[in-house]
């Protein structure tokens, strides 16, 4: 293995330019992400914003299904035909991916209103613009998530987060407001809609940006090849939807035990947790293209070298956001959100810790994903989504809404655990804050 390796420190730049361009957009779309949830919050009312919290974590794990793993293999396989060496006509990608796209979401909303309409027909005749609109995001969302991969993977890495992270809920907000001056109230079905029309409008802007980038390579002649993408694929997908179960199930979990005010409160306390999770959000978006590129070009140094960088900034910015958070937190939700949803600040104190835990194994998930070992991370999630969800369940009917929060951090625990201790021996890279800290400073 050490014969393979090619030091290359010159990507330390590159590295340290990505993160801080990803950290710009990223902290522009965390504002409009809570701009767009506060507005969303006052406009609807705590009963109102907890149903469409509903509605939305229906659409995540509905979206599931619906991009297939795509988006994580348009970026892992975006980035190898975008290296040196390669003579993929990137072309070819956009041509295997959007059809597939659109293909599993239309069977995965056709198979979901199947089954509800069979389990639920008076809920679709009393609300079937719900249904409809939530179908119509469903597939929006895909195709959003699909584009903005593909620009990832073949080096537009700013631009596909901008139209991600940055424009699409810019344009959600705008739109809100809009609707809110004109009509004088909002209502969940005008709300779904706005969402529908930003991710659509934003995945067309992707998609005709990166026909343009790869029209310009008319060089490579060779199509895709996906290999044996299927499994991988299937193997991204239970993936996707252990972590979708784990980011919508307080909220699922909180409409058995608490009120639709209530559920209203922890979907605000996960709305204002988008702050603690930027740092590691930008560290997955913005250096899991280099690594992808790094680890086909076999370069073991450079890999080192970023992902415990990645991990340092990631551990470091998330604990300064925690003890913002932790000192000024209270009267911000007030201010914010309004005295209505003040409950929510120890349920987004518990959510921070779990994410400070997180960011301490940097982007393992996705590296361990992109290197071929994406069954391992799918164990890891099958293990600890259900211990997440038990706890859930059992400190929600104990404690309420905090409890219900508590449940996040069992997961992130154990889902840990069954990586760095259980399969200890996979993990060969500098991953977790200690041992990144000691490759940093040069210690063995």
Known sequence: MLQRIRISGTRLPELHGVLLGSAVVQAGGMFLTLLLGVQLARFLGPASYGIYGICLAVVSILGVPAQAGL?????????????????????????????????????SCLCALAIIIGAAPRWTTERPVIVALSAGLTVALALSAVTSALLRGVGLNLIGQSLDILVKPGLTAAAVLLLFLASRGLTVEKALAVQLAAAAACAAVAACIFLIKSGKRADRHRLYDPGCWERVAAAFTVNSLLIALNS????????????????????????????????????????????????????????????????????????????VV??????????????AYQGSYLPLIILGASQLLISCFGIAGSYLNVTGREVLVVKAFALAVPSGLAASVGLGYLFGIAGISA??????????????????????????????????????
């Open 71 to 107: 988006p994580l293999l348009a970026t892992r396989d975006g980035g190898r035909a975008a290296a040196k060496g390669s003579d993929t006509d990137l072309r070819s990608l956009f041509s295997w991916f959007i059809p597939r796209t659109l293909l599993f979401a239309a069977l």
């Open 248 to 323: 919508t199930y307080p909220v699922i979990v909180a409409g058995y035990f608490a009120s639709a005010s209530d559920v209203g409160v922890l979907r605000a306390a996960l709305s204002a947790a988008a702050l603690l999770a930027l740092p590691a959000s930008i560290a997955n978006i913005a250096t899991l293209p280099i690594v992808a590129r790094e680890a086909a070009e076999d370069d073991v140094a450079a890999v080192r070298v970023t992902l415990s960088h990645t991990t340092l900034a990631t551990v470091g910015a998330t604990s300064i956001v925690l003890s």
């Open 326 to 339: 932790i000192l000024f937190g209270r009267p911000a939700i007030v201010i914010l959100f309004g005295k």
């Open 407 to 444: 449940g996040t951090l069992v997961m992130a625990a154990v889902w840990h655990f069954y990586i760095f201790i259980i399969n200890r021996r996979e993990i060969d890279v500098p991953l977790f804050v200690v041992s990144a800290a000691k490759h940093a400073w040069g210690r063995p």
